[in-house]
């Protein structure tokens, strides 16, 4: 099982047992113009049963919509975490080295 993700909403604790699996469902799930939806589909699989009725609370509208900045920020959140921290940067050459 993977170490549970928490991510606190003002008072609220949110816990996600996201895996790598999850996250590359959520990636491969996204459209040019769908991100809100996949990310909540993936935050709503993801999310411990006792933070489920707090999610929802959070994350939904009284229409029953996901309120798309929360969302993408709880998302945000999560993802990075699943990244392991690793830093990833653009190494560029060295114009002074010639060959």
Known sequence: MPEPIIVAVGDEELVFNATDE????LINAQMPNDKISPTFNFLSRTVAQESKEAFKRLCLNADN???GVIVMQIGGIVTNELGGGVEITLKKPNKSLKA
């Open 22 to 25: 999850d996250l590359n469902n």
């Open 65 to 67: 919509k996901p309120r």
